[in-house]
């Protein structure tokens, strides 16, 4: 699965500050081998060349969940 600018992904890297965290796509860059990687904004900083098996797109909600 491919990503855009602007989705939403969580970051799945065990070496990563942001290991876990819900992040923004802000640039993709296809390398010459013809495959992306990443730029991801995150609350508290960026990571970049992220490769796309590090990503799964998050959940699509603002966390505004029912209470009763």
């Known amino acids: ?11 799945s890297d065990k070496h990563s500050e942001y290991d876990g965290e819900t992040g923004t796509i802000t640039q993709v860059v296809e390398t010459m ?3 992306a990687t990443y730029t991801i904004s995150f609350e508290d900083g960026q990571e970049a ?7 799964t797109l998050a959940a699509d909600g603002d966390g505004a969940e029912d209470e009763e």
């Open 49 to 55: 060349g992220i490769p796309e098996d590090s990503l």
């Open 33 to 35: 081998f013809g495959d």
């Open 1 to 11: 699965m491919s990503f855009e600018k602007d989705d939403k992904v969580v970051l």
